[in-house]
């Protein structure tokens, strides 16, 4: 329901419910007849006429848009002079169509209680109208204040993801640079698979997610790349079960990781070493592990950036509903971990 409409329903509905029940309570004391249905009637479209006009005039001024302690007294400056002014109006209105209202002296004790009485209903018009705006105004400004955390998270899973295509390019140019005077026909092998998976990483970079078998055949690009500067010293092993192909990662993770492992693990090693990878589903969450030769040290920046950028991916991406580790293994190799919610 639009606003305007449910503004309209309760503004007519209120005040009908209002002058039916004054209708009622002066036609037990004073009488029914027609001049007291056309008092009511006056008074229907008089207390509609004002209140709206006082609510035309707060959204015109903005006061609608003060801070509470700001609105509170021009607030009641308007319900003291709607009041004042419905308060004349039915002095003469009650003389006028119920003649016992003429017995009863015009003074100051009169007035005010005409005043009194109108002041309670037009305060606890005002009252429900506004603290309705402030309620609206409250839920705008969280929706707006989700809407800047959205878009500033997305910005920084942007510049992330950003981070990573220059640091795997500089990564691979490196690795193909070694052979150039060593194998100049397995550097051209190795420059168009780099080819190759770079024309599917920038087009896996424009989304959030992708599937895991989609990540998987750039890790598989990736590895076929080192395997041709590493040959025999790298070894691979996958273990994915098929019931996670169809699941959903952020892209560029798992190939993070594993360069991750290639670059600070095999590359230490003199005899190269294994790099093994298992997916599996557990309940709710994917999990994957990669376990390498090597050692690792939290407190060398020499690490890579890869694990860092997993880790701020992870907590922008599914905030705490991820898990990620890494850690060394008594036999001179590292487990990572990574469980993401599915």
């Not at 707060?58 to 609105?71: A, D, E, V, Y």
């Not at 092998?189 to 599937?211: D, P």
């Not at 990669?290 to 690792?296: A, E, K, V």
Request: hydrophobic share 45%.
């Amino acid at each position: 329901m639009k606003k305007n409409t449910l503004y309209w329903i309760c503004q007519v509905g209120g005040w009908f419910v209002f002058v039916l029940l004054e209708l009622i309570g002066y036609g037990n004391s004073y009488g029914f007849n027609g001049l007291l249905l056309l008092n009511v009637a006056i008074n229907f479209f008089a207390g509609i006429a004002l209140t709206h006009g006082y609510r035309l005039f707060i959204i015109k001024t903005s006061w609608i848009s003060l801070p509470m302690k700001n609105l509170v007294p021009r607030a009641m400056l308007g319900v003291a002079a709607i009041s004042i002014l419905l308060t004349l109006l039915n002095i003469f209105l009650d003389r006028l169509t119920v003649p016992l209202m003429n017995l009863l002296p015009l003074d100051a004790v009169l007035i005010f209680n005409y005043l009194f009485n109108w002041s309670k209903y037009i305060l606890l018009w005002a009252l429900v109208y506004h603290l309705f705006q402030y309620w609206e105004r409250s839920l705008e400004a969280e929706k707006v204040k989700y809407q800047l955390q959205v878009l500033i998270k997305e910005n920084q899973y942007q510049n992330l993801k950003m981070q990573l295509n220059p640091h795997f390019l500089f990564n691979s140019l490196n690795s193909i640079r070694t052979l150039v005077d060593m194998d100049p026909d397995l550097a051209k092998e190795a420059i168009g698979k780099l080819s190759s998976l770079l024309r599917s990483s920038l087009h896996m970079s424009k989304e959030k997610t992708v599937s895991l078998q989609q990540e998987l055949e750039t890790v598989r690009d990736y590895l076929a790349i080192e395997k041709i500067r590493f040959d025999d010293r790298l070894k691979v092993s996958f273990e994915i079960a098929p019931n996670t192909l169809a699941l959903q990662i952020p892209p560029m993770m798992l190939q993070t990781l594993i360069e991750n492992a290639v670059k600070h693990g095999i590359s230490r090693s003199k005899q190269g070493g294994l790099i093994q990878l298992k997916t599996a589903m557990q309940a709710d969450f994917l999990q994957i592990e990669i376990t390498n030769t090597g050692r690792f040290s939290p407190n060398l920046p020499s690490e890579g950036l890869g694990v860092e950028n997993t880790k701020q991916r992870l907590a922008i991406l599914y905030e705490d509903a991820a898990h990620f580790s890494i850690q060394n293994l008594a036999d001179d190799q590292v487990i990572t971990q990574l469980n993401l919610p599915i």
